[in-house]
């Protein structure tokens, strides 16, 4: 398989310092003051981590009510990050679609909050 020019190799120590945890949205509000529409969640991600606040463009796919209780994967060691009004601790991962819309990454089945990919 070649290697397109947008993806730079990396290390295995590389990837290992990237912190992606799994963790339960217990909340999700619109967030009216974002540019692109968009939600406030917050996700419990164990007694390790805890929860962790952040904002997602994911509209397209998800009401705030569905969202509750569902399970998603993040990155929780990237420094804060202020979005307008709001600071993002964390950040949801997610795919594009074919029209560009935000689809999260999930596991397949429930594993506790806070556990790390590998």
Request: hydrophobic share 40%; charged share 25%.
């Amino acid at each position: 398989m070649d290697q397109s020019e947008d993806t730079k190799t990396i290390t295995i120590d590389d990837f290992l310092n990237v912190d992606v945890r799994v963790g339960t949205v217990i909340e999700a509000f619109d967030f009216p003051e974002a540019r692109k529409p968009a939600y406030k969640l917050k996700i419990d991600f164990g007694d390790e981590i805890g929860v962790k606040k952040t904002s997602a463009q994911i509209t397209a796919h998800y009401t705030a009510e569905a969202l509750l209780g569902r399970q998603v994967v993040a990155v929780v060691n990237f420094p804060p990050r202020q979005i307008g009004p709001f600071m993002s601790e964390v950040l949801t991962l997610g795919l594009s679609d074919d029209n560009g819309d935000i689809v999260l990454l999930q596991p397949d089945q429930k594993v506790p909050n806070g556990g790390r990919m590998h």
